[in-house]
């Protein structure tokens, strides 16, 4: 995982699955990813906590970079960089 400064990343494309239980924010994810160029980041919103485990192993099995995830308030902020 790198040091990036989770903060400052300026995501291409905010998931907002706060209201949806697992796999509902990796169904998502799934979408999101093939919406935004090679080198973006996309930001999911889930308030299910399995999200921050499954997102990260799905990332890397599909080839894509998990950057990391915030903690926001009564949901976690995960980051993903599309790498193919």
């Known amino acids: 995982m790198s ?11 905010v998931v907002d699955a706060r209201g949806s239980a697992c796999p509902g924010p990796l169904l ?24 921050k485990n499954d997102l990260p192993k799905w990332a890397v099995k599909m080839g894509h ?9 009564g949901y976690d902020r995960i980051f993903i960089k599309r790498r193919k």
Do not use: H, N, R
């Open 3 to 13: 040091s990036i400064d989770l903060s400052t990343i300026q995501p291409a494309k």
């Open 28 to 51: 998502e994810a799934k979408k999101a990813i093939g919406t935004v160029a090679v080198g973006q980041t996309i930001e999911v919103w889930s308030g299910d906590p399995s999200t």
């Open 65 to 73: 970079e998990f950057l990391g995830v915030l903690a926001g308030e």
